[in-house]
């Protein structure tokens, strides 16, 4: 089985952000509806990026203080960090494409 999404928590949030590749972070909640379509998407990434870019997931009601620092209202809001800093960010559900765009854009 492919690299499974890290499980990213208020704890690990910024020793995980500061990789030095591209870094993934996808902010949802079990009773989110898109989280759910988005979910299996960000866990194909994970496994197709293995090596060159990190991804994680965040639960916000786990997870109060990463997503009140980032100013997550809506979720799914995925966000895009490279050297610890926020480069993109996605709100709601796309297509996986979409976000593998996003991603390689943050390779070059």
């Known amino acids: 089985m492919a690299n499974k999404a890290l499980e990213i928590t208020d704890a690990n949030f ?3 952000i500061n990789s030095d590749k591209p870094v ?3 902010f ?3 009773w989110c509806g898109p989280c759910r379509m988005v979910g299996p998407i960000v866990e194909e990434l994970a496994g197709e ?3 060159k870019a990190v991804i994680g997931k965040v639960d916000v009601d786990a997870n109060p203080q990463t997503s009140a620092k980032f100013g ?3 979720i799914p809001t995925l966000l895009i960090f490279k050297n ?3 480069v993109d960010k996605q709100v709601g559900a796309v297509p996986k494409g979409a976000l593998a765009q996003k991603l390689d854009a943050q390779m070059a």
């Open 28 to 30: 949802w909640a079990e």
């Open 14 to 16: 910024d020793e995980i």
């Open 24 to 26: 993934l972070v996808d």
């Open 84 to 86: 610890g800093q926020v």
């Open 72 to 74: 997550i209202r809506s």
């Open 49 to 51: 990026y293995e090596g």
